[in-house]
């Protein structure tokens, strides 16, 4: 089992940032991905962005550019930059981490979520 615990979230005007953590504890395989995901209210929730073991690092289309994926050099700790800020990035924020055997079964892990609110 891997804790995750997300902090970060806050309200901010649209343009603005916010910087996301998720601090881990517990075991990560080396096989691994981490990701953040979000859900608006009324919508199904996304994926953000995630960044695996080989450090590929994939965007949600309407985030790239604006958001940027990373973990600390221990891998224990994601992190979750975003700039410029729109309305529509308002949603509770999920970290999550996959842990991957090698039969390629995996086992996930998420966060309590956090809440980002950008006002206009």
């Known amino acids: 089992q891997v804790q995750l615990a997300e902090s970060g979230g806050g309200s901010v005007q649209a343009g603005g940032s916010l910087r996301l953590s998720c601090a881990t504890s517990?075991?990560?395989?080396?096989?691994?991905?981490m990701a953040w995901y979000r859900r608006a209210p009324g919508k199904q929730r996304e994926l953000v962005a995630r960044i695996t073991n080989t450090d590929r690092i994939d965007y949600l289309g309407s985030v790239q550019g604006r958001f940027t994926n990373s973990r600390d050099n221990t891998g224990k700790t994601l992190y979750l930059q975003m700039n410029y800020l729109k309305p529509e990035d308002t949603a509770v924020y999920y970290c999550?981490?996959?842990?991957?055997?090698?039969?390629?079964?995996?086992?996930?892990?998420w966060g309590q979520g956090t809440q980002v609110t950008v006002y206009s």
């Open positions: 999550k981490v996959n842990n991957y055997f090698d039969t390629g079964a995996h086992y996930d892990n």
């Open positions: 517990g075991h990560i395989f080396s096989s691994n991905v």
